[in-house]
C-alpha cells in the first residue's frame, strides 16, 4: 500500500478509538489489534467470550441460474452439493494449482451465494470470479462496502446470542447460517468462526454494525465478554491449528502442498480451474510426500516466528510459518513444514533456529488445542 492511500476504516472505528484500541494497518483497513491485554483477550474468548470487528473481510454475491455451475468450475470444492443455509470452506486456485486464497461460501438461495475472502486477497478473488464467469449465465457482485461483520466468539456467546434475537440458534449447525434479527438489527447469522470455540459471525448493513456492538456489549457484560483485536484472534487460530494464507497458504503451495488436499473435489460434475495441475499435485503427494504440516511446542521460553528453520541433526529439515507464546498451553508454538521424516508427533532431535541457537522443540500433531463439546 503506497504511503498516499488512506487506511480504510469499518464502520466501528470510532468505537474502537472510545475504548482504547491499539490499531494497525491491516491489509488497507485501519484495524484494532488489542484494546488491552493480548493475553487476557485471548484467554476471554477460550473461557468466557471476546467480540470482534471482522468487516476488513471481503464479502462476494454470485447469483443467477448458472451460480453453481460457476462457482464449481471456478473452486476447488463441490459448492453445488452445498445446501440452501449452509457453507462450505473451500479455496481458489490457480491454473497451476496454487492457492489464491481460502474461503467460505455460504449459499443463501438456491441460486445466491455469498463467499468471503481475505481481506488482504479481496480484489485478487473479485478479480479471477470476476474473468471466469465469462459464459456463465451468472453475475459476480463486489459487496465489501454492503456488509460489516461482527463476531461473537466463546462457550458464552450462545447464550448472549441467544438473549438478543428469536432465532433458531440450537438447530443453526456449524458452518451454516440463517437470516435473523438481532437487537432489532437484520442479520445474516452465522455459526462459523477462526478462534476454535464455538461462535457466531453476524453480517450487518454498516450502518447497524455501533447499534449491534453496543447491544452485544451490553448482553455479554455479566458474562465476561470482552473486545477483541486482530492479535488474539491469531494467537486463537494459531493454537486451534488453523490455516493463514500468506503463512500456511499462497500461491507457491497447492492444497495438497498444505495437507488441505480434502477441499479438492475431483468427483465434481464438470471440469474446473487447476483440476489438471491439482490431480498431478495429488498424484506427487502420494507418491513423494511433501513437507509437512505439524505443531512445535517449544521446551525452553524463546518464541519462533515466521521463516526460521527448522533443524534436526545439524541439517535443516523445514521452516516455521506461524509461531507465538501460546496463553493456553504457557509455552511458546508454531506451525511448520517438516520433511516427512520428522512429521511424526513425538519425533526426537528437533529444532528451530532462533538467531544461530538450536532451540529444543517437541513435534506434535495438530491442533493444539481442541474445545470440549
Same mark, same amino acid.
Given at each position: ?101 481460502? &474461503? ?36 459476480? +457482485? ?6 460489516? &461483520? ?124 487447476? +483440476? ?98
Amino acid at each position: 500500500m503506497s504511503s498516499t492511500e488512506e487506511l480504510r476504516h469499518t464502520a466501528l472505528d470510532a468505537v474502537h478509538r472510545s475504548l482504547g484500541a491499539t490499531m494497525t494497518d491491516f491489509a488497507g483497513w485501519d484495524m484494532p489489534l488489542r484494546y488491552g491485554s493480548e493475553r487476557d483477550e485471548h484467554l476471554a474468548v477460550r473461557t468466557r467470550a471476546g467480540l470482534f470487528d471482522l468487516s476488513h473481510m471481503g464479502e462476494i454475491t454470485v447469483t443467477g441460474p448458472q451460480a453453481a455451475a460457476f462457482l464449481n468450475y471456478s473452486l476447488v470444492g463441490d459448492i453445488a452439493s452445498v445446501g440452501v443455509g449452509r457453507a462450505r470452506y473451500t479455496m481458489i486456485c490457480r491454473a497451476d494449482g496454487g492457492i489464491l486464497d481460502d &474461503l467460505i461460501v455460504y449459499r443463501l438461495a438456491e441460486t445466491e451465494y455469498m463467499i468471503v475472502a481475505n481481506a488482504s486477497n479481496a480484489q485478487v478473488v473479485l478479480d479471477a470470479l470476476t474473468e471466469r464467469v465469462a459464459g456463465f449465465d451468472a453475475e459476480v +457482485r463486489d459487496d465489501r462496502d454492503a456488509y460489516a &461483520l461482527i463476531a461473537v466468539q466463546g462457550p458464552e456467546s450462545p447464550g448472549i446470542l441467544k438473549s438478543l434475537t428469536d432465532a433458531d440458534l440450537d438447530g443453526l449447525k456449524y458452518y451454516a447460517g440463517l437470516p435473523g434479527t438481532v437487537a432489532g438489527v437484520p442479520a445474516l447469522i452465522a455459526r462459523t468462526g477462526y478462534t476454535g470455540e464455538d461462535g457466531f459471525e453476524l453480517f450487518v448493513k454498516p450502518e447497524h454494525a455501533v447499534e449491534l456492538w453496543r447491544a452485544l456489549t451490553e448482553a455479554g457484560a455479566g458474562v465476561g465478554l470482552v473486545p477483541c483485536g486482530l492479535s488474539c484472534r491469531d494467537t486463537l487460530r494459531l493454537e486451534a491449528g488453523m490455516p493463514l494464507y500468506g503463512h500456511e497458504l499462497s500461491t507457491s503451495r497447492t492444497p495438497f502442498d498444505a495437507g488441505l488436499g480434502r477441499v479438492v473435489k475431483f468427483a465434481k460434475e464438470g471440469d474446473f480451474v487447476g +483440476r489438471e495441475a491439482l490431480a498431478e499435485a495429488a498424484s506427487r503427494a502420494s507418491q513423494n510426500p511433501p513437507r509437512v504440516l505439524v505443531g512445535l511446542v517449544a521446551e525452553g521460553r524463546r518464541v519462533p516466528r515466521a521463516g526460521y528453520a527448522v533443524v534436526a541433526g545439524g541439517e535443516v529439515i523445514g521452516e516455521v510459518t506461524s509461531g507465538a507464546p501460546s496463553p493456553t498451553l504457557g509455552k511458546p508454538i508454531a506451525m511448520a513444514y517438516v520433511d516427512a521424516a520428522h512429521s511424526e508427533p513425538g519425533t526426537a532431535g528437533v529444532g528451530v533456529d532462533i538467531r544461530g541457537s538450536h532451540e529444543p522443540y517437541e513435534v506434535v500433531a495438530l491442533p493444539f488445542y481442541k474445545r470440549q463439546k
